[in-house]
């Protein structure tokens, strides 16, 4: 076993599958593939920052494009098939079975910072999972050293205002939680306030250049 933890990143492959629907329809197909570019590319740059303290995989949701060379930087899982609890489980269960903790993410809070993952790295001494609440109501990081069964991650209702209430009620008493709630991105107010926050703190040079990317969007 691979005594450091593991950290997923959830994605979708450009051209291969639907890329930030809510957001595409506030300000277009085109532009919404260029945040997610360059969202991926600060998640990817945050990792790299703590890269001798965890091991970092994409977690691709197409099967394709695990044999396509179009994810690079980090090794290739992929999600499975399934709804979102189902892709969970399975990432979760295949890490945790190689690494002594698993951490999951999403390119949707390109705001993560290296104190984040070190926070969580923290609390999971003290607890067997970690939550980062998202603003929206669900999360945007899932820490755990300890199994899970897949019945569990299904049994949660995702995309929803009580996804993460739903999972910390089932987790309970066993789950710690991060200090800072983020928001995701899933419409030109969210990208707004995403530029507001990236203002505030320190960032590294992917971060920068989003945030620039999201003040010349608003300028145009």
């Known amino acids: 076993m691979n005594l450091r933890p593991a950290v997923a990143i959830f994605v979708k492959t450009p051209g291969l599958s639907p890329l930030k629907t809510?957001?595409?329809?506030?300000?277009?197909?085109?532009?919404?593939?260029?945040?997610?570019?360059?969202?991926?590319?600060?998640?990817?740059?945050?990792?790299?920052?703590?890269?001798?303290?965890?091991?970092a995989y994409w977690a691709v949701a197409e099967s394709e494009a695990t044999e396509k060379g179009m994810w690079e930087d980090f090794p290739i899982v992929w999600q499975g098939d399934g709804e979102l609890g189902n892709r969970l489980a399975k990432v979760y269960s295949e890490l945790l079975a190689k690494h002594t903790a698993v951490l999951l993410i999403g390119a949707d809070a390109?705001?993560?910072?290296?104190?984040?993952?070190?926070?969580?790295?923290?609390?999971?001494?003290e607890r067997p999972y970690v939550i980062g609440r998202a603003q929206d109501g669900g999360f945007y990081l899932f820490g755990g050293r300890d199994p899970i069964a897949a019945n569990l991650w299904t049994s949660v209702t995702y995309s929803c205002s009580a996804t993460s209430r739903q999972l910390e009620e089932k987790l309970s008493p066993k789950v710690a939680f991060l200090q800072e709630n983020l928001g995701d991105v899933d419409n030109q107010a969210a990208l707004h306030e995403l530029a507001r926050y990236l203002q505030t703190v320190p960032k590294n040079r992917a971060q920068v250049i989003l945030l620039n990317w999201c003040q010349n969007l608003r300028k145009s």
């Open 22 to 55: 809510r957001l595409a329809a506030t300000i277009g197909v085109h532009r919404a593939t260029e945040f997610y570019r360059l969202a991926c590319d600060a998640i990817t740059e945050t990792l790299g920052s703590v890269a001798g303290e965890i091991d």
């Open 110 to 125: 390109p705001q993560l910072a290296s104190t984040h993952i070190q926070e969580t790295l923290k609390l999971l001494k």
